[in-house]
């Protein structure tokens, strides 16, 4: 049977002889089409190897990316809501201005990735790997469900950083025995030094 891809305005992109919509991207993948606009909301993409694909703009909402490799992969402006990326592999991936609320990315790795303005309101990161990513400080990343490793982890950048402290009750939190207890359970902290 054939499969049309379509984007989010609704013209045909691709028409691929395939079994169903799964099988008609993974043709695509194989092929090095280029995803970006395409209308891929629920799709199941599971384990699935989708390294240096472009889905700039892609609609994936709702979509099943569990364990699927995005690795530097451009993800920039897509629509991710709602979306299983568990344990999904998007190492050096550039999310960047993404709409990623209420998506799943507990044990998905982003280590290296470009999260710059991506919106991650409600969206779960417990167990995630962060390292080396660029979490936006901005009203979109507030409400983004994290554990203690990323929570700890920003603290200790907090710590690190260089300049006089003016505000004294800042200061005080700062110097505190407690915030520096905590802030030096940063993973990294034998390389980047205590605090």
Do not use: P
């Amino acid at each position: 049977m054939i499969i049309n891809i379509r984007n989010y305005e609704d013209i045909i992109m691709y028409s691929v002889e395939a079994d169903d919509k799964r099988s008609a991207v993974l043709q695509l993948v194989e092929s090095g089409a280029d995803l970006s606009g395409a209308d891929l909301k629920g799709i199941n993409l599971e384990g699935i190897d989708l390294r240096n694909i472009n889905f700039e703009g892609a609609d994936l909402r709702g979509a099943n990316l569990k364990g699927a490799s995005f690795y530097r992969a451009s993800l920039k402006e897509a629509f991710l809501e709602n979306a299983d990326c568990r344990g999904a592999d998007f190492r050096g991936a550039d999310l960047s201005n993404s709409d990623c609320r209420g998506a799943k990315f507990n044990g998905a790795d982003l280590s290296y990735s470009n999260l710059h303005g991506a919106h991650f309101r409600g969206a779960d990161f417990r167990g995630a790997n962060m390292d080396f990513a660029n979490w936006s400080f901005s009203c979109k990343s507030l409400q983004a469900i994290v554990d203690d490793k990323l929570r700890i982890q920003l603290l200790y950048h907090t710590a690190k950083t260089a300049g006089d402290i003016v505000d004294e009750d800042l200061k005080e939190l700062l110097e505190s025995e407690l915030f520096k207890r905590v802030a030096n359970k940063f993973h990294w902290v034998h390389k980047c030094g205590i605090c």
